[in-house]
């Protein structure tokens, strides 16, 4: 017995012809998308206050689209584009009028509890008023929706492997203490949600993939012990193989202990391997009890926002951008404002201020930058024209009680019966050995977080044995580090991953024993004073490095130029390092 769920949905704004092409391109059992980012809830915040949809009208288009098609061949629905209304989502489903029964899953949305406010990455307090904070939910909501014999399952914040691991409850009954099944459905879950990452999309090596402009979205046959295949419908374009399923399970991690609110995944237990064309297996993953706090995110509104770029040409660049910026701090003095950043990549000099008043840092700002038009430097012009300021928004990760949070499930408007204490309670559970020891955690009375990664307690298979890399008598060569290793980088709030994958046990050894974080840093000179962390997945021949403080408060705050730090892993492979020639193919 195997259960097909395909995805249709990566972020909001994905392909909106994708539902249409998973349900009619071969058979699935469900079909899923995720539409809800840190970001989206922010920008779904403003669309409400402005008299629009808290949820993602997109999802609603598509089940336009396919509904019928779903009725008629069981095809149930999983998806989180109900943002935060989704209750108004679920009706705007019914008004279809395709007699479809929709459940909607609330409960997530803490605004009123008396959250603790701590950030999970710096420890400071929040003191701004809340706009949104909406907890990490799991996925036994969407399984008792299922259970209950909903066609269509609309939330809001779940994390994304629970639009996977919900349906795998659902068909195979796993209970709280199924920790390796649980398990494998996550990691399934993580692979296939964002997409065509999964197939070929965004891949270091893109120019093995075939018919990369109508990438074939992923789907995932799991299985009742939680392993899977991860594979696409035929005839589609793109491609699945360990190195693609490798680079997505390496995307916005941090840890190798994945930690969720039904389990935790290790992902250095994860062994994959090629079962055929487009076929890919994973298999052995393993799980431990989850913490007894969820993670939660806050967005609260930061102030305004502006950014002016001017490009400097020829000779004297750096000069220029001095006296660029001497001319405009001139007429609007650079300590008036709250915050200022400025960065120079040429031939870009991009100016940001921030400040709680609009107007300074809108056309004050933005005036005084353009009244230096004919007198600073020569060959002065600017890629923005003089604007108003935007307001923007600042992400804050937190944690409350899992007990405090009480998840509701709602069919056709009707409540089902729901036990939150479904809840696995770790004292009764039957392998102990596998329990977290929480009393060595920073603070064991939260239990661990994003911030929170420990290792005491925990028992896994051991790991194979990987030769350290000492170079002696190898001809090396120089070269840039992608042309051996391949690599994927995203946001985790305010910090950057950037994971960095090779294809063979030889190659891990070389990489492992040559990334180091500090050379990293000395790689990509941008990171120069942050912390980073090194996890090895010697399993999946990777490395993942988090970058504390990359982006700032956020992906909506960040003032660089790539706010989600996704060109992060390429601009590494450009780096040139010494590679063994034998790896050069």
């Not at 076929?279 to 993670?295: A, I, N, Q």
């Not at 660049?317 to 404002?337: C, D, G, H, M, Y």
């Not at 896994?460 to 170079?471: C, I, K, L």
Request: glycine residues 12%; negative net charge.
């Amino acid at each position: 017995m195997v259960l097909r769920i395909a995805n249709c949905s990566g972020f909001y704004g994905d392909r909106l012809s994708a539902a249409r092409e998973m349900v009619e391109g071969g058979p699935i059992d469900v079909l899923t998308g995720d539409w809800l980012a840190e970001l989206t809830m922010l920008i779904l915040a403003g669309n409400r206050m402005k008299g629009r949809p808290g949820y993602a009208p997109t999802f609603v288009k598509q089940m336009e689209q396919v509904l019928g098609t779903c009725l008629e061949r069981g095809i149930k629905v999983v998806s989180n584009a109900g943002g935060l209304d989704p209750e108004g989502c679920a009706a705007a489903i019914r008004q279809l009028g395709l007699g479809a029964k929709v459940a909607y899953v609330t409960g997530d949305d803490v605004t009123g509890h008396d959250l603790d406010l701590v950030n999970l990455d710096t420890g400071e307090k929040l003191a701004e008023p809340v706009l949104t904070a909406n907890a990490y939910l799991g996925a036994r909501p969407i399984a008792a929706a299922l259970s209950a014999g909903a066609d269509v399952v609309v939330t809001g914040r779940v994390t994304d492997a629970a639009l996977v691991t919900g349906p795998g409850i659902w068909r195979y009954g796993w209970r709280p203490d199924d920790l390796d099944a649980l398990a494998g459905s996550v990691v399934a879950g993580h692979v296939i949600e964002c997409g065509c990452q999964a197939t070929g999309g965004n891949y270091s090596f893109f120019h093995e993939v075939p018919d990369l402009a109508h990438c074939g979205f992923p789907l995932v046959e799991l299985h009742e012990d939680g392993s899977s295949v991860i594979t696409k419908h035929p005839g589609t374009g793109g491609m699945v193989s360990v190195g693609t399923v490798t680079a997505q399970l390496l995307y916005e991690i941090g840890s190798p202990r994945y930690l969720g609110p039904d389990v935790v995944a290790r992902f250095d237990t994860i062994e994959l391997s090629q079962e055929g064309l487009d076929r890919v297996r994973v298999s052995g993953v393993r799980g431990e009890p989850p913490p007894g706090t969820l993670k939660v995110a806050v967005n609260y509104l930061g102030g305004y926002r502006n950014t002016m770029t001017l490009v400097l040409t020829g000779l004297d660049l750096e000069e220029k951008a001095r006296v660029a910026q001497e001319a405009i701090w001139a007429r609007t003095p650079r300590e008036s404002f709250e915050s200022v950043d400025v960065s120079f990549d040429p031939p870009l000099l991009r100016i940001t201020v921030m400040d709680r008043d609009a107007r300074r840092a809108g056309r004050v700002f933005s005036s005084a930058v353009v009244e230096t038009g004919l007198a600073s430097y020569p060959g002065f012009y600017g890629l923005t024209p003089p604007g108003d300021a935007s307001p923007y928004g600042v992400y804050w990760p937190t944690l409350v009680p899992a007990a405090d949070v009480r998840p509701r499930v709602f069919v056709d408007g009707e409540e089902v019966a729901f036990t939150p204490s479904e809840r696995p309670d770790v004292s009764e559970w039957p392998d102990a050995s596998r329990q977290p020891d929480v009393s060595r955690w920073p603070d064991a009375s939260r239990q661990p977080g994003a911030a929170e990664r420990p290792d005491a307690g925990v028992r896994v298979p051991a790991e194979p044995t990987v030769p350290r890399w000492d170079g002696a008598g190898v001809p090396t060569v120089a070269a840039p580090l992608g042309r051996v290793a391949g690599a994927r980088s995203g946001d985790k709030g305010g910090n950057a991953n950037l994971g960095v994958w090779v294809r063979t046990p030889e190659e891990y050894g070389w990489l492992a024993g040559t990334l180091t974080a500090e050379r990293l840093v000395a790689l990509l000179p941008s990171l120069e004073g942050l912390t980073v962390e090194r996890y090895e997945l010697p399993k999946l021949h990777a490395l993942n490095f988090v970058v504390h403080g990359l982006l700032g408060r956020g992906v909506a705050a960040s003032t660089r130029l790539d706010p989600q730090a996704k060109a992060l892993g390429e601009e590494l492979r450009a780096r040139t390092v010494e590679v063994p020639e034998a790896f050069l193919r």
